[in-house]
Nanobody, 120 residues
Framework: QVQLVESGGGLVQAGGSLRLSCTAS????????MGWFRQAPGKEREFVAG????????SYADSVKERFTISRDNAKNTVYLQMDSLKPEDTAVYYC?????????????WGQGTQVTVSS
């Protein structure tokens, strides 16, 4: 059974930080790149960050570079998204993706999402 469970979302003031976590089942996690995407109200889901299976390669959307950091712990089947210097425009539901060999596209498994709200 494939399962991805996100956690760590919440309400934070602009300039603050949050750390999202996503724990996946072995079938979804092993050998897969892992990614974070987000969807704001009235907008399409967009890529935020991705990390390779080894952790040696990462990719970020231009809007989050220098502020967000993606990492993974393969022993725990968990991927993280450290979000610093948050802005109101970062407000969205954040989704974890798995099942791809590419960092930015091709994900086939998704979590249920976690809400991030940044107040001004």
């Amino acid at each position: 059974q494939v399962q991805l469970v996100e956690s760590g979302g919440g309400l934070v003031q602009a300039g603050g930080s949050l750390r999202l976590s996503c724990t996946a089942s072995e079938r979804a996690f092993r050998w897969s790149a892992m990614g974070w995407f987000r969807q704001a109200p009235g907008k399409e889901r967009e890529f935020v960050a991705g990390v390779s299976w080894s952790g040696g390669s990462t990719s970020y959307a231009d809007s989050v570079k220098e502020r967000f950091t993606i990492s993974r712990d393969n022993a725990k089947n968990t991927v993280y998204l450290q979000m610093d210097s948050l802005k109101p425009e970062d407000t969205a539901v954040y989704y974890c993706g798995a099942g791809s060999l590419k960092l930015t596209t091709g994900y086939v498994y998704w979590g249920q999402g976690t809400q991030v709200t940044v107040s001004s």
